[in-house]
């Protein structure tokens, strides 16, 4: 997993990796961008675990568009944006934000895909987790993992004053 903000346009609004790294770790949601059938790209929010270390996991039915688009190409884009806030005075927009390139992985062993399951818990239902584990193993043979193996990332960032009170 390499961060490396070389290709960001913009060198004065760098994120610093520990920066990206929160971000990673506490942002809402990301948006998975796909290549499909015929070059057709479709893109979608969706809710995510990163394991803290080079993969994030995101979960699914077992069929659908996005598991075709994953299974004709596995190459991914993910994008997480953090604050945002538009100053109309300035005409600008305070805004953090992360992209990620990725490889999918389908098709997952039973015990990884039930700790991305746990992890998703952890992040979005902690106080509920011990009903989300028993949920998650009644829905087990329902769900899809999808591991994104992160291969490199960057951060970008603009910051005024109005940021930094939030």
């Not at 290709?7 to 994120?15: I, T």
């Not at 992985?105 to 992040?123: E, G, H, Q, V, Y």
């Not at 987790?129 to 999808?146: H, L, M, P, Q």
């Amino acid at each position: 997993m390499i961060f490396s903000n070389s290709e960001v346009r913009r060198q004065d609004r760098l994120m610093d990796e520990s920066a990206a790294r929160i971000l990673l770790q506490n942002g809402e949601y990301g948006i998975l961008s796909l290549c499909c059938e015929d070059s057709e790209v479709y893109g979608l929010p969706i809710n995510y675990a990163w394991d803290g270390k080079e993969s994030i996991y995101l979960h699914c039915a077992q069929e659908g568009r996005k598991l075709r688009c994953i299974d004709e190409n596995p190459n991914v884009s993910f994008c997480v944006v953090g604050r945002t806030q538009v100053i109309s005075d300035k005409f600008t927009t305070e805004y953090e934000s992360i992209i990620l390139s990725c490889l999918t992985t389908r098709n997952l062993s039973k015990d990884i895909k039930m700790k991305a399951l746990s992890l998703l818990l952890d992040k979005y239902s902690p106080m509920d987790k011990a009903t989300g584990i028993e949920y998650a193993e009644n829905s087990f043979d329902r769900t899809e993992i999808i591991r994104l193996e992160i291969r490199h990332w960057s951060g970008k960032c603009k910051k005024l004053k109005s940021l930094d009170k939030q």
